[in-house]
């Protein structure tokens, strides 16, 4: 089987779909190629689902033929995330203990819009230890590896998503998003994802914080994927109406940004500052809207104290919880580093606990009043280029505390998106795109309206690259390596 069917966008097999050049079954086969090919580098494919799969590409290769497909992503191959529950297919939520598991028997929201779509759902991908590290580190699946460099991390929590599309496994993924868990990973490995207003992609279980979020190589393919995965579900009770959210090509190509009002935002006033290359592609893009007559102006750092520590003990609390839903006897086979930052809160009272929602949910008022001015904000997604593919994070004890460009949009339920913007050392580099709550159709336009004025040639690894980390000084400015030496 001809490989090269990966290289193309969503579009291009469409148009291959409809002349009879390819059929579904042959994407399908060059993907599973593929992933023979370059996974076990990888380490990114949870479950091959090849049973269901070939049976939705034969579906789908007769409805090409008789001219009657359902829809875009009809006859494509997109992966969903370890934690999605689809029918017939395992979930373990990345933790080596619940590897036992019965598969599941109940299709969530997203996994049943890409079967009613005709999307060939070919695999789950892998993730860590409850989601709980924007990291590619799990007790169940080891060490996912970033095909652009092998030594490096994939961010997480949708790891496994990361990895494989940045390697050309796939045309899209639907992964889930915390505290950046579709970001981080676009971030590292060079890929558009959406983190959607809360409640816009519906997702079970109902949360006011976690969203399902897409994930691909392109923000045309992103936006095709959320059209169809953004229909209201009533089993999800947070599920917003009003419809999809349906952007096309042609709404950014020809969007005027003229008074578009755009804030720029380099510093969080806590945590880890961003590494110069970071910062340039930011202001790269602010200055393309600038230079087209947006108004661009630089956001003041949005605190003036450290206020990560509440929201670290709400996930350290979410953690806890579900370690201790573990069988008693598996309980040590989850990663020590989660079993340890999670043991912090076994000692919080009801009280503590009701004091850390207050306190996140001032913080989280206070973000979004400080970028209510903004049609959109741009900002880094991650403080650096990453870091080293054995780290659960910037932090040792605190795995998610290099996610501050990201986790605060989860508490105020802001859209927000991811484009690759240039690489550096080797590495991409990725800008977010922060809007309005339920303006998601204007943060998808301004990601396409950047992807499309970018600097040119910006690819793919076509292979996974075998090379040494890159230095310290680049991870983010005020890493300290000797932690993990």
């Known amino acids: 089987m001809d490989t090269t069917v990966l290289g193309l966008t969503s579009s291009d097999l469409r148009a291959a779909y409809a002349s009879g050049d390819l059929s579904p079954v042959d994407a399908l086969e060059a993907t599973y ?264 102006e630089k956001v003041p750092a949005l605190f003036d104290h450290d206020p990560y520590a509440p929201l670290d003990r709400l996930f350290q609390v979410r953690a806890l919880a579900e370690w201790q839903g573990l069988p008693e006897d598996r309980r040590d086979e989850v990663l020590p580093e989660i079993r340890d930052w999670a043991d912090g809160a076994r000692g919080l009272t009801a009280a503590d606990h009701e004091r850390d929602l207050v306190a996140v949910q001032h913080s989280a008022a206070h973000v979004a009043a400080s970028l209510a001015p903004y049609d959109v904000v741009l900002s880094p997604i991650i403080p650096g280029l990453g870091h080293r593919a054995e780290q659960v994070g910037l932090e040792r004890a605190r795995p998610l505390a290099h996610c501050s460009f990201t986790c605060w949009y989860n508490q105020t339920g802001q859209p927000a998106a991811t484009v690759p913007f240039g690489t550096h050392a080797g590495l991409p580099l990725g800008v977010q795109v922060v809007g309005q709550r339920f303006d998601d159709g204007r943060v998808l336009q301004v990601t396409g309206w950047l992807e499309a004025r970018r600097t040119p040639g910006f690819a793919w690894p076509d292979q996974p690259r075998d090379l040494p980390p890159v230095a310290d000084a680049l991870l983010a400015d005020g890493y300290r390596a000797e932690e993990w030496s």
């Open 33 to 296: 190629a593929r992933i023979d090919a370059v996974d076990p580098q990888l380490g990114a494919i949870a479950f091959r689902n090849d049973e269901q799969a070939r049976e939705q590409a034969e579906a789908s290769a007769g409805r090409w033929r008789e001219g009657r497909p359902l829809g875009p992503l009809d006859g494509l191959p997109i992966s969903i995330k370890d934690s999605v529950h689809a029918v017939g297919t395992p979930w373990t939520h990345g933790v080596r203990a619940n590897r036992d598991l019965p598969h599941a028997t109940v299709d969530t929201p997203p996994a049943a819009r890409l079967k009613e779509a005709g999307a060939v759902v070919f695999a789950k991908t892998t993730m860590p230890d409850m989601g709980m590290m924007a990291s590619g580190v799990s007790s169940l699946y080891g060490i996912v590896r970033n095909p652009w460099n092998l030594s490096m991390n994939t961010g997480g929590s949708s790891a496994g998503a990361g990895a494989s599309l940045a390697a050309g496994i796939g045309s899209a993924s639907i992964g889930s998003d915390i505290a950046g868990s579709v970001r981080l990973p676009s971030a590292h490995c060079g890929l558009v994802s959406l983190k959607p207003t809360q409640g816009r992609i519906p997702h079970l279980a109902p949360s006011t914080v976690r969203s399902a979020g897409p994930m691909a190589r392109t923000v045309a393919e992103v936006a095709e994927l959320t059209a169809v995965i953004s229909r209201p579900d009533a089993r999800d009770l947070l599920s917003l109406p009003g419809g999809p959210i349906e952007v096309e090509p042609s709404d950014w190509a020809g969007l005027d940004v003229r008074g578009l009002r755009v804030g720029v935002l380099l510093d969080m006033g806590y945590g880890f500052g961003v590494v110069a290359p970071v910062a340039d592609a930011v202001r790269e893009a602010a200055a393309l809207l600038s230079d087209a007559g947006a108004r661009v």
